[in-house]
């Protein structure tokens, strides 16, 4: 059966951004006769007031769902947090010994290195071969193959990436016991038995390492679907730092029908219309589109 997800970062209200990603999840859930649930992912809390991070999470959270409910966009079940699931994460850590490797690089080593061609900077193995002298532990790195990872995205279409090219041994767990997010959603997803996954094209790099750590793990790879990520007049993607607004939920209506215009979706009257006639085939196969001008 069918089983779809929506997991927003509690960093700041739904804004239209946000909603595409929800709503196409959503009704791709809906549309299918399947289940669709929420989780919150709280693991990395606000660094500025750390002695109030869980009740800024937990406020942040509580607005999303909020918006979520008067959006008509139900979910199933409970919702989950990744902050209760640690142990989780912690297990699947510890079937992954011996494939992963302390290193002590820091992110600016990273990016100063020969081999960083991008902004997050490929990690070019310093660490791989065990601690160079007077360095300390700052992190678990995954060690990659050069094996080509290979799905077909059911809007971006084939996608072919090589971890350890293109990324380098990516980090699973920092020194300060924080798991990373590509360790998280992996454990998320096959623990609640999601089947498809459909979000934003922002994530559409980190599929290639999900993949792998499934196959690791010996978990089942769900379906992706990847929509156009939306960004201001500057091409910036709509986000809490780039100043998106909050959706307003007096005009739900409006801002649904946007958001289906966005996705490339017929006007619809109500969600139950939406259902009926949700088809991913009118996706823009696009990894990001500008956002309606009132939205900006």
Not at 9 to 33: N, Q
Not at 147 to 168: L, M, N, W
Request: glycine letters at 10%.
């Amino acid at each position: 059966m069918y089983a779809g997800r929506f997991a927003p970062s509690p960093t700041g209200p739904l804004h239209f951004g946000s909603l595409v990603a929800a709503l196409a999840s959503w009704l791709d859930a809906r549309a299918a006769g399947g289940r669709w649930q929420v989780r919150i992912e709280d693991l990395d809390p606000p660094r500025e007031q750390p002695g109030a991070a869980g009740q800024i999470l937990r406020a942040l959270a509580g607005q999303i769902l909020r918006a979520l409910e008067s959006l008509g966009l139900e979910w199933d079940g409970p919702v989950a947090y990744q902050s209760r699931r640690r142990m989780l994460y912690r297990d699947a850590l510890e079937r992954l010994a011996g494939k992963t490797y302390a290193c002590g690089c820091s992110r600016k080593e990273v990016a100063d290195s020969a081999l960083a061609t991008n902004s997050a900077g490929v990690y070019p193995g310093t660490c791989r071969n065990g601690l160079p002298a007077g360095k300390t532990p700052r992190a678990l790195r995954m060690r990659t193959t050069s094996e080509p990872i290979c799905f077909v995205d059911r809007v971006q279409g084939k996608i072919e990436q090589s971890v350890e090219r293109d990324v380098g041994d990516f980090i699973v767990c920092r020194a300060d016991g924080q798991f990373a997010y590509q360790l998280a959603v992996v454990v998320d997803d096959a623990e609640q038995g999601i089947t498809d996954v459909v979000r934003g094209a922002d994530l559409l790099d980190s599929t290639a390492r999900q993949i792998y750590l499934q196959r690791l793990l010996g978990y089942p790879t769900p379906r992706y679907l990847h929509v156009p990520v939306a960004v201001n007049a500057v091409g910036e993607k709509l986000s809490k730092q780039t100043g998106a607004p909050a959706i307003g939920l007096t005009s739900a209506r409006d801002q649904l029908r946007r958001a289906l215009a966005f996705l490339g979706q017929p006007e619809a009257a109500n969600l139950r219309e939406a259902v009926r006639s949700w088809n991913p085939g009118l996706i823009p196969a696009r990894r990001m589109v500008t956002a309606p001008d009132a939205l900006e």
